[in-house]
C-alpha cells in the first residue's frame, strides 16, 4: 500500500481519533483536525507516541463557521504541495431547540453540511495533484430521518433534533453523489456510515431524561471505536477500491439506498443551495 497525506477533520476524539490513530500505525502522514489547539496538540503527540509515527500534523478551526475553513485550506497548501486522502469526519448533534452560528445558520447544517462541501470544494486543487485522490465523508444510518422541504433546507420552520440530523446527514451524502457526478479527474467520492458507537457525539443531544435512558438501553449494542472507524479506513486506503466513487459503505460493505432518497431534482436543490451559500469563499476558485 502507497503511503498517503492524509486530512481527517474532527480527529482528536471519538471515531476520528480512532481513524487517524490506525492510519498513524500503517505509516501513512496524517493531519489531524481539531478546533481546540491544546486538545489536538495533545492528540497528535498520543498518536506520535504510540504509532512510532512521526509524520503527525495538526491544523485547527472551528468548521462551522465557513470564514475559517479558507483559512485552514491556505495552511496546508502552505506546508503540503498535494492531498490524497480527505476524511469529512467531523459533525455534531444539537439539542431541541434551533441554535445558529454566528454566521446565521442553523448549527447541525453548519458542521455536518456546508462545512464538509466547502472543505472538499475549496481542496479540490490539492487534492487534483495526488496521483489518486480520495474524499471519505461520514454520514449515518440516520439519513432516512426526516422528511425534505426544499424550502427550508436550515429547518427554519420544521426544526427537531432527529430531524436536522438526519437530514444533514442525507444532504452530505447528496452533496458526495454530486461530486461523484461531476466526474473531477483523479478524485473519488465516497460516503460511510459508522454504526452506533459510544462517543462524544451525544454530548448536547443526550440531554434530558428519555434520551439519557434510551443511550443506557442501547450502549451495551454499540460497535467498539475500531469497528466504528473501520469503513472510513478501508474506504480511505483499502486498494479494493481505487477508482471506485458515488458509494455508500457501511460495516465495510456497500450499502444500497433506497431510490425515495436520492431524488434527482432533491440532490441538485441541496447542491445549489450549498453553492449558494458558499459562493463568497468559492468566488477564487
Ligand atoms: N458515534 C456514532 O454512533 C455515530 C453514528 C453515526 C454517525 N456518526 C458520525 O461520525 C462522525 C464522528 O462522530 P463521533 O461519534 O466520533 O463523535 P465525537 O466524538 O463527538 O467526534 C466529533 C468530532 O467532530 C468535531 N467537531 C464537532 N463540531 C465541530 C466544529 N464545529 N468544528 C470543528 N470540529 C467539530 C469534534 O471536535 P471536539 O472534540 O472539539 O468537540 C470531534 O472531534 C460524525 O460525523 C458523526 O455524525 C457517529
Not at 461530486?179 to 443531544?205: K, Y
Request: net charge positive; charged share 25%; with cysteine.
Amino acid at each position: 500500500m502507497n503511503k498517503k497525506i492524509i486530512l481527517i477533520t474532527g480527529a482528536n476524539s471519538g471515531i476520528g481519533k480512532e481513524t487517524a490513530m490506525t492510519l498513524a500505525k500503517e505509516g501513512h502522514t496524517v493531519i489531524i483536525h481539531g478546533r481546540n489547539i491544546e486538545k489536538t496538540k495533545k492528540v497528535c503527540e498520543e498518536i506520535k507516541n504510540v504509532s512510532h509515527n512521526q509524520n503527525i500534523d495538526m491544523v485547527c478551526a472551528d468548521l462551522s463557521i465557513m470564514s475559517n475553513i479558507p483559512k485552514i485550506v491556505a495552511e496546508l497548501e502552505s506546508r503540503y504541495n498535494s492531498l490524497d486522502v480527505l476524511i469529512n469526519n467531523a459533525g455534531g448533534q444539537y439539542g431541541n431547540t434551533r441554535e445558529v452560528t454566528s454566521e446565521g445558520h442553523e448549527k447541525t447544517m453548519a458542521i455536518n453540511v456546508l462545512a464538509p462541501f466547502l472543505l472538499t470544494k475549496l481542496l479540490l486543487p490539492m487534492l487534483q495533484k495526488s496521483k489518486s485522490a480520495r474524499v471519505v465523508t461520514v454520514s449515518s444510518a440516520s439519513y432516512s430521518v426526516g422528511k425534505f422541504d426544499a424550502k427550508d433546507i436550515e429547518l427554519n420552520d420544521g426544526y427537531s433534533l432527529t430531524r436536522s440530523y438526519g437530514l444533514s446527514k442525507r444532504y452530505v451524502y447528496w452533496i458526495m453523489q454530486k461530486f461523484a457526478q461531476s466526474g473531477i479527474d483523479g478524485v473519488t467520492f465516497n460516503t460511510v456510515e459508522p454504526g452506533s458507537a459510544d462517543s462524544d457525539l451525544g454530548r448536547v443531544s443526550r440531554n434530558g431524561k428519555l434520551a439519557n435512558l434510551v443511550y443506557y438501553l442501547w450502549k451495551p449494542m454499540m460497535w467498539s471505536m475500531d469497528r466504528a472507524a473501520a469503513t472510513s479506513i478501508y474506504m480511505a486506503v483499502s486498494d479494493n477500491l481505487e477508482g471506485v466513487s458515488g458509494r455508500f459503505y457501511g460495516n465495510l460493505k456497500e450499502k444500497n439506498i433506497k431510490s425515495k432518497f436520492r431524488i434527482q431534482s432533491e440532490i441538485d436543490e441541496v447542491w445549489n443551495y450549498c453553492n449558494k451559500i458558499c459562493k463568497d469563499f468559492l468566488a477564487s476558485c
